[in-house]
């Protein structure tokens, strides 16, 4: 009927810079004179509409989200000896940030439907050395945090959010990253809120632990040339807090957008019963950083579609457990039989702000063509 050939990219971040073209490379010309180029009031104002648009006291930026997460562990005074609560389903960062500390991550199945951690399993890997937890809203879903913080308040645990794929995502009435105790975000590019490149923020409430942030973060440095402790270098610099204070007025429309293709994508889509499609729990607000369906039959709906130009990405093929790094663990495959259903069944549908509804139309059409072949 139809198998016109259209081209569409998995990611394509043309339509959001090229609107904003002009004001951010004003902003970069400015920062460019100023000769003002780290720790500067750029990333103050950054901080402080970041933290604000968040809904919680205080935000430091620093250089990517993986240094964000470790400066939330560090500043919690995490480290070796000490067991961290991580997704088993997680981008490998969330796990490295603890492995940094000299922590021990302690791997968590998710719950099937939500891909979110399941809070039983979770509370079964307690133990005397647990200090933390870190939930992921993974894909942009919040995790469920009601239950994420009787957990914690029950056995005394921290909660540091990995909301890295979840800016302006919400659970209840709150926007996640203002939730736990200490939480950390990245501005890499692709993220639903991203940089020129390397850029991450931490967030919290407690001004105590703010400062020792901003000690960690910056040399251990509380004035020039003193150092309290053995801090990292890891700052935002003005160039990237300039571009962010300009695209973070937009994240709200875009996330918007997200939402609508999701729809559109679900619509379409839920007819098929070969296909689990995302769910977005009634407290939670989705902002699909990810779209992700699954299906048994998923490299071979990977290959068809890449055929009729359609972009797709698996997030992720092969969990953190059976990665060689962490070898070291001794894990094997069937140890977390869920995350490996997860990462042998996902693929992610092309999602970004300005894909054009006949892109998406193409997508569910190839997608119904593939399921209608016998
Ligand atoms: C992107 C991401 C990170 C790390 O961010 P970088 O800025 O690339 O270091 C951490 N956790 C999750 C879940 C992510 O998706």
């Keep these: 009927m139809y198998a016109r050939k259209m081209n569409v990219p998995f990611y394509d971040l043309g339509p959001v810079n090229g609107m904003l073209e002009p004001e951010i490379m004003q902003g970069l010309h400015e920062v460019f ?11 103050r104002l950054f901080e402080n509409e970041f933290a604000a648009y968040c809904g919680i006291a205080f935000c ?9 997460l470790t400066i939330a562990l560090l500043a919690l005074e995490i480290g070796p000896g000490d067991e961290v609560l991580v997704p088993a389903n997680t981008f490998i960062a969330t796990w490295i940030a603890v492995s940094r500390t000299g922590a021990k991550p302690v791997p968590v199945e998710p719950h099937p439907v939500t891909c979110n951690v399941n809070i039983h399993e979770a509370e079964k890997k307690v133990t005397t050395r647990t200090k933390a937890i ?9 995790a469920d945090m009601d239950e994420v913080l009787r957990l914690a308040a029950k056995h005394n645990l921290y909660v540091v959010e990995d909301f890295a794929q979840a800016q302006g995502a919400g659970w209840k009435e709150k926007t996640c990253g203002a939730i736990g105790h200490v939480n950390a975000t990245s501005f890499y590019p692709g993220k639903n809120l991203g940089a020129l490149g390397d850029a991450g923020a931490v967030t919290t409430a407690d001004e105590k632990i703010f400062e020792r942030i901003n000690l960690i973060r910056n040399y251990g440095s509380p004035q020039k040339y003193q150092h309290s402790l053995i801090g990292l270098n890891s700052r935002l610099d003005e160039l990237q807090a300039v571009a962010l204070t300009i695209k973070l007025k937009y994240l709200q429309t875009w996330n918007n957008e997200r939402r609508e293709i999701a729809q559109a994508y679900s619509a379409a889509l839920k007819a098929i019963a070969e296909l689990t499609l995302p769910v977005e729990p009634t407290p939670a607000r989705h902002v699909y950083h990810q779209y992700i369906i699954r299906s048994e039959r998923r490299n071979a709906l990977q290959k068809f579609l890449s055929e009729k130009g359609i972009g797709t990405l698996i997030h992720y093929p092969v969990p953190p457990h059976l990665q060689p790094a962490y070898a070291n663990l001794n894990y094997k495959r069937g140890d977390f039989p869920i995350t490996e259903q997860i990462a042998d069944t996902c693929l992610s549908l092309p999602m970004y702000p300005g894909i054009k509804p006949e892109q998406t139309k193409h997508v569910t059409d190839c997608i119904k063509m593939f399921y209608e072949t016998p």
Excluded at 33 to 43: A, P
Excluded at 60 to 68: E, F, I, Q, R, V
Aim: hydrophobic share 30%; glycine share 18%; aromatic share 6%.
């Design 60 to 68: 430091a930026g620093t250089g990517n989200g993986l240094d964000a």
């Design 134 to 142: 870190i939930p992921v809203h993974l894909y942009g879903l919040s």
């Design 33 to 43: 004179t100023s000769s003002s180029y780290i720790l500067g009031n750029r990333c």
